[in-house]
């Protein structure tokens, strides 16, 4: 289990430094992206994983083990892409880097639809 805010939500400031999981909802060009996750994992030394959603519609990650990841969209159920949702593949990673799993070896995370829903 884990704890994921918003850091740029009005309100969640209390919460953000005992974020296991930072999620931002602003989507930035890739690099900036990246830049933004970094800069996360950097000032908030109890956040293991920053998701920040790019312009592609993808999102990146950044993780205190270092290494930004980008996530691109990816096809739904109906063949069109869909952005991925930077929540769901960070608590993915949140829990795989608990469990003592080197980041390098998550190769995929295959989403699926349900009933239109993730």
């Known amino acids: ?32 992206a990246l830049h933004r996750a970094n800069e996360l994992i950097a000032r908030h030394p109890g956040c293991l994983v920053a998701a920040v959603p790019d312009s592609g519609n993808g999102c990146v990650l950044g993780t205190r083990r270092g290494g930004g990841v980008l996530i691109p969209a990816w096809p739904g159920a109906d063949g069109a892409r869909r952005p991925a949702p930077p929540y769901a593949v960070a608590a993915v990673v949140h829990a795989w880097l608990v469990a003592g799993e080197p980041l390098e070896s998550l190769r995929s995370v295959r989403l699926r639809e349900r009933d239109g829903r993730l």
């Open 1 to 32: 289990m884990h704890l994921w805010v918003n850091p740029d939500a009005p309100g969640e400031a209390d919460r953000v430094e005992y974020a296991d999981v930072l999620v931002s909802r602003t989507p930035l060009p890739p690099r900036a």
